[in-house]
């Protein structure tokens, strides 16, 4: 459950103001139908995360609980910094409208979250919490949350949220996973119930 409930958290907070929310935000002015981007958005982001947890769960296998336990918690610190950094949208990830609303949305998205953070995020929980399915539904339901309300309020709610200060909690709880993961891989008899294992 704690795996669940750290994704959906992470993501919804490191999705305010990223890429992909102002995709949302942009398909939503330009097609004004909700409906087949929310469902464009969920399977580009079910189809998008299930791979990238895939992955993060792989690569549990290739090396021991300590050295996973140190790329665990340096990504995740590093994770901390690059959510401070604003994205850049580029305009040509919502121009393919040709394939209809509800196409368009799940190439977009698909193409839009790939190598972005919140899938790298959601590689590094994978081999964290070496649970799979609960890590892919929590950041799944993280990036329904950040970008539900985008399709659906559009701009009247893109002013309203204090996107620095959501980036720095997000930040912040990266910031603290990795300093707790780094500390239960060097002093793991003081930090048992932190340990990656």
Known sequence: MSAFIISTGIVALAEIGDKTQLLAFILAA?????????L???????????FAGAIGAWLTSLADS???????????????????IPDKFDEADAKLAHFGIFCT???????????????????????????LLP????????MMLANVPAVLLGKKIANRIPVRLVHGIAAS???VLGVA?????????LFSFLAFN
């Open 30 to 38: 330009k097609f004004k139908k909700p409906v087949p981007i929310i």
């Open 40 to 50: 464009g958005i969920l399977i580009a982001t079910l189809a998008n995360h299930g």
């Open 66 to 84: 300590e050295t996973m336990g140190l790329i665990l918690g340096v990504s995740f610190i590093a994770m901390a910094i690059w959510t401070l």
């Open 105 to 131: 949305t799940l190439v977009a998205f698909f193409i839009a979250e790939m190598g972005d953070k919140t899938q790298i995020a959601t590689v590094a929980l994978a081999a964290k919490y070496q649970a």
């Open 135 to 142: 890590v892919v539904a929590g950041t799944t339901f993280g």
């Open 173 to 175: 709880i990266f910031a």
């Open 181 to 189: 993961t780094l500390l239960a891989t060097m002093k793991p008899e």
